[in-house]
């Protein structure tokens, strides 16, 4: 949808438009904002008073600390099964190993019901490198309670998931401050 030219007079038509009980959502491209999004959406879900869950695939050591803590505070379920071990560990089979545990931790949240909201971050990592089974995941997710919705986040998201989606949002880089040699920032990246 591009913005018009004119400011719009007609009100849409929403005369065939329906409610859902639960979305698919998929956060990914090569821009800054994919768990951000997630975790906005977070909050959301727990403004509107919903049980949320949040299964970080990779990287986690360390680095999501702060919406861990305030997540918990707020009385999300979180997990992450798969500390830090991708940019730690030259031991692939480790990771992997890591990504299943996170993997059946998460389709055990999927398959529960508790959670209105799970967030899979990072999950686009684990689905390319074959570090846990595509088919599962997909069906896990067509499978699952009705009003179960389920964020994924990371690149390169695999099109098998993309397909059972129902919004999907690609972050383009257009700058970024770490190309002008700027680290992470403590408030903005972390
Ligand atoms: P964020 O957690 O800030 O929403 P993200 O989830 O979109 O970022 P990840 O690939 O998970 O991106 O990487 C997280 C970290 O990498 C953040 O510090 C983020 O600023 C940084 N980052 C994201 N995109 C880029 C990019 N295109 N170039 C350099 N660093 C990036
Ligand atoms: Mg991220």
Redesign the pocket.
Known sequence: MTTPDEPPQDKPDTSTARTVPSLVLV?T???????????GTVLRAVAQGWNVAVVQFL?SGG??VGEEKICRDLGVDWYAEGDGFTWDSTDLDESAALANAAWDRAKELITGGKHRLIVL??ISYALTWDWIDRADVVAAIRNRPETTSVIL???DMIDEIVEVADTVTE?R?VK????AGIV??KG???
């Open positions: 956060n491209g090569d821009g800054k904002g994919k768990s951000t999004a997630a975790f990287k680095w999501h971050d990072e986040t990371g690149r972050m880089n970024h401050a770490f190309d992470a920032k903005i990246d972390y």
